[in-house]
């Protein structure tokens, strides 16, 4: 079975603070990929980035940075310098083979001026 | 164009009306989903179709009832909803290539909000 943890129910933090959203994730696969969604205020789910199992490099975007540790079954997010326009509730998810998308329970982010 | 559009955003009914959803795509992609979204939660999984065919239901109640009309569109037809129904309807698309489809991001819409009384 696949499971995504996200600890964080809520993380509160002032502009330009760099701030990580944890992601933790189960699967018995070999092959599988990780993706992080934002999903701001008016509703839509914004893809950020996908990962697959054999790619342990990290990656930059912009301001955005993903950390994926196999060793620990981790795929964590880092905001640099936060932005107002950053909170939004952020989800991590797991697909595997023919199995369907699974959505981590989400982690609010509020960035406050 | 990443666009998923749905029409309406906002739908209030009542529980013995019948109403529609409506999803669109022109990303070329043939699977295309439907998601319910509870406030606080994450979005679960309804429906899945691959190249216009129903491919995943995931034990919904008959009174949702999808429709994929061709390629690009894809309806949720609703008719005698329970209050309980009311939520965040979502659809999202991806590629849809065969055995390979775990791979594929999906690209969502912006929603319908639902709202049964």
């Known amino acids: 079975a696949q499971k995504v943890t996200q600890a964080q129910t809520e993380i509160s933090v002032v502009e330009k603070e760099d701030v990580t959203l944890d992601c933790v994730y189960e699967t018995r696969d070999t092959t599988y990929y990780l993706f992080w969604y934002k999903q701001p205020p008016s509703g839509e789910l914004v893809f950020l980035i996908r990962?697959?199992?054999?790619?342990?490099q990290n990656e930059i975007s912009g301001r955005y940075s993903w950390n994926f540790q196999k060793s620990t079954s981790s795929f964590n997010f880092t905001i640099t310098a936060s932005q107002v326009v950053d909170s939004a509730v952020y989800f991590c998810?797991?697909?595997?083979?023919?199995?369907?998308?699974?959505f981590g329970t989400g982690t609010r982010l509020l960035v406050s001026p | 164009d990443t666009e998923v559009t749905q029409t309406p955003k906002h739908l209030v009914m009542g529980m013995t009306n019948k109403k529609s959803l409506k999803c669109e795509q022109h990303m070329g992609h043939r699977a295309m989903y439907w998601y319910k979204q509870k406030a606080k939660k994450p979005p679960e999984l309804m429906f899945v179709y691959s190249y216009e065919k129903l491919s995943i239901n995931e034990s919904v109640p008959s009174r949702f009832s999808p429709e994929c009309p061709n390629s690009s569109l894809l309806n949720l037809h609703l008719h005698a909803l329970q209050p309980e129904d009311s939520a965040l309807y979502l659809c999202a698309s991806s590629r849809g290539l065969a055995g390979g489809e775990s791979r594929n991001e999906q690209f969502f819409g912006p929603g319908t909000r639902l709202t049964v009384l």
């Open positions: 990962r697959n199992s054999f790619d342990e």
């Open positions: 998810a797991l697909r595997a083979g023919f199995q369907k998308l699974v």
